[in-house]
């Protein structure tokens, strides 16, 4: 908190104070209020935050790849909600309710076939991924070798039900090996 502060004393910049101070506005007034805590407590906004990481590293991806593939080729122009650039410049494209229609239906579709890849992120990756920051943490502090680790550990196996790490004395098997 007093590092964007010491930031503004030396720079005398403050534009970036505004997306700061409103999250931490945002975070107090969750943690004082009941009924926002309320609301970002029902399942449902538990679960968007449970899947909002793979949410935001895959939508981008998706959205330019499927998503304008879709919209853009095999979708014709209908002149609606969604119209492509060349319509300024050539003969204007009728209107068509159908397509438009469609346009508009693919979206959400579009919005939970990312949110089940996001689930599946979540579900299948997220312990692999756990283990490999685990693994990393204990190279970097040094209570562990890179292949000691490798070869007692098996990071890579299977991910437990539960999402979390077992605990299998990695550091006791690579003394024992070393």
Partial sequence: MFLPLFFFLITGQFQWAFPFLGALLLIFAIHFSPPLRRIFSHPFAVFLGSISLPLYLIH??????????????????????????TD???????????????????????????????????????GHFIRLSS???????????????IVTRQWFKAAPADGHTRNDNACEKAQLMA
């Avoid at 330019?64 to 122009?77: A, C, F, G, K, V």
């Fill in 60 to 85: 981008s991806f998706l959205m330019r790849s499927i998503l304008t593939r879709i919209i853009y080729q095999w979708i014709p122009d209908s002149g609606g909600f969604v119209t492509r650039q």
């Fill in 135 to 149: 693994w990393a943490e204990e190279v970097a502090l040094g209570k562990v070798s890179v292949v000691g680790f």
């Fill in 88 to 126: 300024y410049w050539d003969e204007p494209v009728p209107k068509s309710p159908f397509w438009t229609a469609i346009t508009i239906f693919i979206f959400p579709l579009w919005l939970v076939f990312v949110a089940f890849l996001s689930v599946l992120w979540r579900d299948k990756l997220d």
